[in-house]
Structure formats: structure tokens, C-alpha cells
T-cell receptor
Framework: DAGVIQSPRHEVTEMGQEVTLRCKPI?????LFWYRQTMMRGLELLIY????????DSGMPEDRFSAKMPNASFSTLKIQPSEPRDSAVYFC????????????FGQGTRLTVV | GENVEQHPSTLSVQEGDSAVIKCTYS??????FPWYKQELGKGPQLIID?????GEKKDQRIAVTLNKTAKHFSLHITETQPEDSAVYFC????????????FGAGTQVVVTP
């Protein structure tokens, strides 16, 4: 398996524009997580899904953020409208539930909002 | 909620020496403690984890210890090599909701030849 695949790797957008980040989890994994990483706040869990269903979105900062998982192999994180303070690296991770599981992270999307 | 503190924020060691990173957590119910390594431009990668029913775990040059009474856990890297240079994160969670990992702020480790 190629691992967790995120696209795009880099995104530069203007304030007010809509941004969509994409993630393809590892095949067969039933958990998917979206994290945000910034210098100020470190790694923060935004939302996670189990079997395509959102379980906990308490980390989503504002209503401008939304996430979907229409099927087991695809998820999106959307920011509308984007603001400069949304600039960060966004990571998607996936895992299996089990005694000795681990979360596999993608390479991340570096978002810059100007 | 859980709060994880990690020290030091930066650590410079000579190649061959040992490196120790320490974390404390606040929620006594936490029972899963993974450590992640993040190299520049990449996502975090799990290097070792420990659960609350174990006090110590070792994998080659890496070991983790857990003191549940004091609510702290540590990462030990022996015989450090230049490729150990990276940012290391500790994390804590409950296994029944382990997806909600609470990460420490990270430690930048630099191994100098």
C-alpha cells in the first residue's frame, strides 16, 4: 500500500477563497483523522471518522471548517471562507481499531492563506 | 481534558550519546502513550508506544518508561546517530477513544557528529 495519500502537498490561496484538502486513507483502515499543525498550537485533532461516520468534531475551530467522508477511501476537509490564521500544515491519518494499532499519517498539506 | 507537557523543547547531543525526552500528562484515566518521530517535510511516524499495564518497553536503541503514579513517561534513545535528528512528539489518550490523541509540543533533537 502507498500509505495515506494527501493532496495537494502545497496550497496557496487568497483570503476569502474556498479551500479543499483531500485524503485517501490506507485501504481497509476504519478510522480517519484530520490534524492541524502550527508552531503556536502544535498538533491538534480536528475531527475523526469511524467507518465513514464523524465521531468527534469538537476540534473543528469554526463553522468555516467542514469535513466529509463519502466513502471508505476518500475524505475532504473544506475551509470556506479561508483566513490567514488558517495557514498551517494539515495532516490526515488512518488506522485500524485494535490492541496494537497505530495511526499512519500522510505527508500533509501545507496551506498558506494570503 | 487531557494536557500533555513535553521537555525539553530542543535537545542537542553528540553522536553516540543518549537522549532523554520527558512528558507529563494530567488525566489519570489515560492509558495509551505513543511516541512519534517527525522528519522535515513529512508526517509523524510512530516509533514506539506503551500502555498503562506496562512500565517499560524497549525496541533496539529506543525505550520508553511509564510511571502512572507520577503521571509521566519518557523516551530514551541510546547510541544516537545523525539519522535520529528529528522532532519527537509524545502523546496520550484513552484506548476506548484512543483516536483523540493529545500531543505534547514536541522536542527538536539534533545529533551532531
Amino acid at each position: 500500500d502507498a500509505g495515506v495519500i494527501q493532496s495537494p502537498r502545497h496550497e496557496v490561496t487568497e483570503m476569502g477563497q474556498e479551500v479543499t484538502l483531500r485524503c485517501k486513507p490506507i485501504s481497509g483502515h476504519d478510522y480517519l483523522f484530520w490534524y492541524r499543525q502550527t508552531m503556536m498550537r502544535g498538533l491538534e485533532l480536528l475531527i475523526y471518522f469511524n467507518n465513514n461516520v464523524p465521531i468527534d468534531d469538537s476540534g473543528m475551530p469554526e463553522d468555516r471548517f467542514s469535513a466529509k467522508m463519502p466513502n471508505a477511501s476518500f475524505s475532504t476537509l473544506k475551509i470556506q471562507p479561508s483566513e490567514p490564521r488558517d495557514s498551517a500544515v494539515y495532516f490526515c491519518a488512518s488506522s485500524l481499531l485494535g490492541e496494537n494499532t497505530e495511526a499512519f499519517f500522510g505527508q500533509g498539506t501545507r496551506l498558506t492563506v494570503v | 481534558g487531557e494536557n500533555v507537557e513535553q521537555h525539553p523543547s530542543t535537545l542537542s547531543v553528540q553522536e553516540g550519546d543518549s537522549a532523554v525526552i520527558k512528558c507529563t500528562y494530567s488525566d489519570s484515566a489515560s492509558n495509551y502513550f505513543p511516541w512519534y518521530k517527525q522528519e522535515l517535510g513529512k508526517g509523524p511516524q510512530l516509533i514506539i508506544d506503551i500502555r498503562s499495564n506496562v512500565g517499560e518497553k524497549k525496541d533496539q536503541r529506543i525505550a520508553v518508561t511509564l510511571n502512572k503514579t507520577a503521571k509521566h513517561f519518557s523516551l530514551h534513545i541510546t547510541e544516537t546517530q545523525p539519522e535520529d535528528s528529528a522532532v519527537y512528539f509524545c502523546a496520550a489518550s484513552l484506548t476506548d477513544s484512543w483516536g483523540k490523541l493529545q500531543f505534547g509540543a514536541g522536542t527538536q533533537v539534533v545529533v551532531t557528529p
